[in-house]
C-alpha cells in the first residue's frame, strides 16, 4: 500500500494552481439562485391559492412541480445530457404552470403540461436559454387548445363556494358586457376576490412578487411595465370608443393572467429581447394584442397567444441595438 | 458606467481603491535568483550572450541579433539560465534568469550616455528605459508612422486593487514632475493630460498641468473609456489610442524616467500590491524579477493545491502557474486566491439574462456575441456583433448569471483571427 502521508520534496516543489483567464471575480449570482428568488416571488401568490382552493391546489402545484422536475430528469437521461434539474428551471415551469391552471385540473393534464412545456417548450431545442417561447406559455397554450373546457373557469370552479362572486371575470365580460363586471371592485380583485388559475388571481401578491423580482434585477422591469402600460392605453382606447361594450384598464389589469403574464410570463429570459427599446416595444405590444384579444377576438383571455406571438418576434426586435463604441459605419 | 436595475440594490458597484494616507512600504530583501522576462520569442541561434555571463545593476542586455529588444538587468551577477517561457495563448517569451552576486555593482553606460535631464533625448529613453517600472511606451513615442500629439498620463490605476500609481504621486510628485518636463522636451508634444481620480485631485494639480477627473467606478480608468469620456475621442473599432495620435503613460513610468535622469540610475525596484487570500492588502517594494515565492516567504503566506496566483488586477490580470514567476515592469498587484474562492466557470449556455448588456460599457450585444463565439464563428462575430469593440474590461463575465469566460471568449477569438490574418499576409 502506498503512504500518502510521505511526499517527496520534488512534488511539495510542483504545486499545481489554478490557471484560467481574467477576470478573478464574479459577482456571485447563479442561475438556481435566481430561479429560487423566483419561487420566493411567486410564493404569496401560490398561498393565497391554496388558502382559498384547499387540498386541490395543493395537489395541482405539487404534482406540478414535481412532474416538471421528473421530465427533465427523464430526458437529460435520454438524450444522455448532464443532469440540469439543479438549476431549478424546472421546477420553476411546473410552478407557474401549476400557477395558471384552475385548481379541479385533473392529474393526467397537468402531467402532460409539464411534458408539454418541458420537453417541447424548453428541451428539444437545446435546453436552457435555447428555447424561443416561454415553456409555460407554450404548454398552457397548447392544453388550452385541446381542452377548453377545463380552462372554462366558470365550469371548473363550479362546485366551490367562497365567500365572493365565483365567476370568472373576463368570460363574463366576453359574454355579458361590462354590466357583468360592474360588481368587481379594484380591492377584491387585488385580494384574489375571482375565480381563474391557482396563483394567478392575487393581483397583490404578485405585484409585491414582481417588485421584488425588479428590485433583485432578476427580471426586466422595461417589459413588465411596458406590459402593463400597454393593456392600460390599449383598454382605455377601447373603453373611450364604446363604454358598454368595452371595460375599462381596471378590470382588463387585474382578471385574467394580466398580472402573472407581466411579472412571470412575459420576462423569461430566453424568449425576450434585452435591449432598452426593443424590451419596450415587446412589452406594450405583448398589452396591446392581449386587450385586442380579450375584446375583439374569440379567446377569453389574451395573454397566453399575445407573450406566444411576441416571443416569435422577439429576436427580430432585438436588432433594434445601440451602436457599440467604436464601430465604423 | 455600471448601469443597473430600475432600482438596483442588489448589484454592488465596483469601486476603485483610492489610497488615503501614505502607506508603509514592505522591502523585499533581493533574492538569490531573478528572472527577466522579455517579450521577445525565445530563439536560441540569434541570442547575443552565453550562460555565466557577468551583469551589473542597471546593465542593458541587447537580447539578439537584428532586434533592439532588450532587457534591463535589476541585479549584479552572473547569468544562470535563457530559456522560454510560455504565456497566455501560447505566447513566447525569452526568460534571463540571473544568480545574485554577494557585492552589487552599478552599470554606468546609461549615466555616460544620458548625462543630466537637460540631456534627455528621445533615443536614450527608447534605448534604456523600456524595461523601467511602468514600461514607458517608448516605441509608441518614437514611431514615425503614428505620431503622437497628445500624452496622457493616468495617475489613476486602471485595474482595481491596483495602487501603484496614487502610491507615486503620493510619494515622488517631483520625480513626476521632472518625467513630464522631460517628455515634453524630448517629444516635442506639449499637450499633456493628466488623469486623476477625485482625491488626486488637489496632489496631482501640484504639477501645474492640465488634470481632468476621472470617475471612481470601474473601468472608468481604462484608457478606451477615458478617450471616449474624457477627450471625447471615440478609438474606432480594432484600433489603439496611439493610432489616433494619443498615447498613454502610466504615473509610474513618467516617475520612472524622471528618476532615471535625476539620478543617472535606470530604476530596478517595482512598487506593486500585493493581496493576501483573506483580502487585506500590502504595498511591496521588489527588484524586478523577484520571484513571488519570495514575496510570498517575507509574508508568511503559504500556498495549497489548487490556489490561484493572479500577476495584476482581478478584472483584467492573469494567472500564472508556477510560484516562482517574477515580478515584471508592469505588474500592478499580486493577487493570491484560495481555492475556495475561486469562482465557478461552468459550461452552462447563455440563458439571455441581459446582465452583459446591462453592464459593458462598449454597448456590445453580448448575448449573440457570445453564441457565435461558442460556436468558433469568429469572422461573423466580428463583422456584425462588434467583437473589435470591446474594450476588455472583463465585467461581462463577471457579471454572467451562466459563468461563462465570456472575456476569455473574446480574448481568444481575438487572438485566433489575428493569427488568421497573419497567416494570410505571409502567404500572399
Redesign the interface.
Known sequence: MVDNNTVDNNTVDK?????????????????SL?NYNIALAALPAILLGIIYYGIPAVGVISLSISSAIIWEFVFCRIAKRSNTIG?GSAAIIGMLFGMLLPAIAPWWLVIIGTFVAVIIGKQIY?????NPFNPVVVAIAILMISWKDIFDFNEALMNYDLDFVMVYPLAALKHFGVSAVDSFSMGDLLMGKQSGGIGSTFGLGLIAGGIYL????II??EISLSFLAGIIITALIFNLTDPVRYAGPVIHLFAGYTLIGAFFLATE????P??FIPMLIYGAVAGFMTVLIRNIGVYIDGVIFAILIMNLVSPLL?KI????????A | MIK?????????RLKYRSLEDTPSLKQIPTSKEVTLLSNCPFDKKKLLFKKKVAVKTGQKLLLYKESDEYVVSSVTGKVSSISSYTG?FGRSYTAIAIEVADDEEIDDEFKSAAGGSKDATLETVKNYLAFAPGNPPVKLLSDKDKPINTIVVCCADSDLLTTTNQYIIKSDIDAIKNGISILKTITGVNDIIMIASQSQMHEVSATGEKVNQVNDTYPSALP?LIM?DILGK??????SPEDIGVCFISAEAVASIGNAFNSGLIPATKIFTLVKKDGSKSLVSARIGTPASDIFKAFNIT????????F?G??????????DHPVQPDTGAI?V?D?DD??V?SD????????C?RVC?????I??LVRFLEAGLYEEAADQY?L??C?EC??C???????M?I??YI?SAKYELGRANTAEATNG
Open positions: 504545486k499545481k494552481f489554478i490557471v484560467s483567464h481574467a477576470p478573478f471575480w464574479h459577482d456571485g449570482s447563479r442561475i435566481r438549476d437545446g435546453g436552457i436559454g435555447a425588479i428590485i433583485r434585477g426586466r422591469w429570459d430566453s424568449s425576450s434585452v435591449n432585438d441595438r445601440p451602436k457599440a463604441i467604436g464601430k465604423v | 443597473r436595475s430600475f432600482i438596483g440594490l442588489s448589484k454592488p497566455d478606451h471616449k471615440v478609438v474606432p473599432a480594432g484600433k500556498l495549497n493545491e489548487n490556489d490561484r496566483i493572479i495584476g482581478p478584472m483584467t490580470g492573469l494567472s500564472v502557474y508556477s510560484e493577487i486566491q481555492k475561486i469562482p466557470i452552462y449556455p447563455c440563458t439571455n439574462c441581459g446582465g448588456i460599457p462598449a454597448n456590445i450585444q448575448n449573440l462588434d473589435y469593440s474594450i472583463g465585467l463575465s463577471y457579471v454572467c448569471v451562466s459563468g469566460p472575456f476569455q480574448k
